[in-house]
């Protein structure tokens, strides 16, 4: 039997090396470790994804507390910020978990990815999440959205449901359409939509989603306001079991970071490519670089979000930074952080793991 003490101490100790570290390497990342806000909190924003607004970067992820019941929803959504992307300042709950038991986000939901995009349009900030209704484990595979008028909130919560229910998607062929698949049985009620993210590419913000019970990415656009979808989605690499999407462009193209579905267990990571958001997606294999370990498991992680540095200078290339999650199930809060900065193999993104580095020498010689 271990003793509590000893983890605790030990838990006490890193944390305490993460700091004497970080002082001497204040502008660091450093994927895996402890990562404390400025008041030397750490820092609670699972599964998240990042926004620039006015001068300073956003990050908004799952508030997760102790044990195994912290992976359900107990708080909300955390927020962050910060000048230069590693020191953070705690912003506060962004999003709160309701108290009405009867309010689709009621305390103890399952509420997992939370995107904030900012739509110009409406001078809104738009928050979508992964919503499964309290004591339903992930059955009710649901999209929820809250808006709000700053990034640290408060969100309003506005509505959570399945996606473009009666609507068939574009590119669905009559044997899709067929009675008996997982997309005909969804028609009537809307498509499931678990893991998720928020890509937007000009002026247009696409939803994309795990759904037909996972088997099948769905890629869904948004209506002007960015709240609801307009009706037009398209099936993603159908029966890939993709899950974890996040979406940049680069090189004129669009690339997408997935993984496979082994729940909170890592597994090797997916990388694709496409000429349209709506795809036809192309694997371009695992963008992991490394051991055998490090490719069966992604540097123990999972895809959540890749950011776009703004250009160094004009016609300079772009850099981005691939944002994953170490989950720990046994004890939710303790999930670490895992950013890498995303390197290229010609037209191929790839990771390699650094105990750390920094904006400045990332992508050095590479
Ligand atoms: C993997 C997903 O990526 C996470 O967001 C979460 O839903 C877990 N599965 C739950 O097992």
């Known amino acids: 039997m271990i003793d509590r003490r000893s983890v605790l101490a030990g838990a006490g100790a890193v944390a305490l090396m993460g700091k004497a570290a970080r002082a001497a390497e204040p502008d660091a990342f450093r994927p895996g470790e402890v990562w404390?806000?400025?008041?030397?909190?750490?820092?609670?924003a699972h599964g998240g994804g990042l926004l620039r607004h006015a001068g300073r970067w956003w990050w908004h992820g799952e508030h997760k507390t102790a044990g195994e019941g912290g992976n359900t929803a107990l708080v909300g959504v955390h927020s962050y910020s910060s000048t230069d992307l590693v020191n953070w300042r705690d912003?506060?709950?962004?999003?709160?978990?309701s108290d009405d038991p009867d309010s689709p986000i009621t305390r103890g939901c399952i509420l997992e990815r939370p995107k904030v995009v900012y739509n110009p349009r409406t001078r809104t900030f738009v928050m979508w999440f992964h919503l499964e209704l309290r004591g339903k484990g992930y059955g009710a595979a649901q999209a929820g959205v809250?808006?709000?008028?700053?990034?640290?909130?408060?969100?309003?919560?506005?509505?959570a449901g399945r996606v473009n229910p009666g609507i068939w998607p574009a590119n669905a062929t009559p044997e899709d359409k067929a009675p008996g698949t997982t997309l005909?049985?969804?028609?009537?009620?809307?498509?499931?939509?678990?893991?998720?993210?928020?890509?937007?590419?000009g002026d247009t913000a696409w939803h994309i989603y795990a759904s037909e019970e996972n088997a099948t990415l769905q890629i869904a656009r948004l209506a002007p306001d960015w709240t609801r979808h307009d009706g037009y989605y398209v099936r993603a690499l159908p029966d890939g079991g993709n899950e974890a999407p996040a979406l940049f462009k680069a090189k004129g193209r669009y690339y997408m970071f997935a993984s496979g579905l082994t729940g909170w267990r890592p597994n090797?990571?997916?990388?694709?490519?496409?000429?349209?958001?709506?795809?036809?997606?192309?694997?371009?294999g695992n963008p992991v670089r490394g051991s055998e370990e490090d490719r069966k498991t992604t540097f123990h992680s999972q895809?959540?979000?890749?950011?776009?540095?703004?250009?160094q200078r004009p016609g300079a290339?772009?850099?981005?930074?691939?944002?994953?999650d170490r989950?720990?199930?046994?004890?939710?809060?303790?999930?670490?952080?895992?950013?890498?900065?995303?390197?290229?193999?010609?037209e191929t993104p790839v990771l390699r793991w650094r105990d750390r580095w920094t904006l400045a020498n990332g992508w050095a010689g590479k």
Do not use: C, H
């Not at 809250?146 to 509505?159: M, S, T, W």
């Open 268 to 284: 090797p990571g997916r990388v694709y490519v496409a000429d349209k958001v709506t795809g036809p997606w192309r694997s371009l």
């Open 36 to 44: 404390n806000d400025t008041n030397g909190v750490a820092i609670n």
């Open 327 to 346: 989950w720990r199930p046994e004890n939710a809060i303790d999930g670490r952080y895992v950013w890498l900065p995303v390197e290229w193999e010609g």
């Open 184 to 201: 005909a049985r969804d028609f009537p009620g809307g498509q499931m939509a678990r893991d998720m993210t928020v890509f937007v590419d």
């Open 317 to 324: 290339e772009p850099r981005f930074i691939f944002m994953a």
């Open 91 to 97: 912003e506060g709950v962004a999003l709160s978990v």
């Open 146 to 159: 809250a808006v709000a008028d700053r990034p640290q909130g408060p969100f309003r919560f506005l509505r």
């Open 303 to 311: 895809s959540t979000f890749v950011l776009p540095l703004p250009p």
